[in-house]
Nanobody, 117 residues
Framework: VQLQASGGGLVQAGGSLRVSCAASGFIFRYYNMGWFRQAPGKQRELVADITIGGSTNYADSVKGRFTISRDNSKNMVFLQMNSLKPEDTAVYYC????????????WGQGTQVTVSS
């Protein structure tokens, strides 16, 4: 099983970035997928998730700015981040959980997103 996140980088406040996650080693379309982030000194938090049916859920702090999507034909999940703020700076991780499970059991290695003010 592998979740390979990419697309992080340095962006100015107000800018946009899209992070991607390529999945392999499991049947992607049966898994709900999520994006988490962890900033230095803070706990990891759920940013957004998307079910196997395409329903989405967002943390209040990113609603209206971030969009999660998935492409089951490519085994990929994306997070489009607009109107970025310095407080969005964190390592972003993608994760997967089987549709009937409550805990995420597959995790990627993370990609750094830094938003400068």
């Amino acid at each position: 099983v592998q979740l390979q996140a990419s697309g992080g980088g340095l962006v100015q406040a107000g800018g946009s970035l899209r992070v991607s996650c390529a999945a392999s080693g499991f049947i992607f379309r049966y898994y709900n997928m999520g994006w988490f982030r962890q900033a230095p000194g803070k706990q990891r938090e759920l940013v957004a998730d998307i079910t196997i049916g395409g329903s989405t859920n967002y943390a209040d702090s990113v609603k209206g700015r971030f969009t999660i999507s998935r492409d089951n034909s490519k085994n990929m999940v994306f997070l489009q981040m607009n109107s970025l703020k310095p407080e969005d700076t964190a390592v972003y991780y993608c994760a997967g959980r089987y549709s009937t499970e409550t805990k995420y059991n597959y995790w990627g290695q993370g990609t750094q997103v830094t938003v400068s003010s």
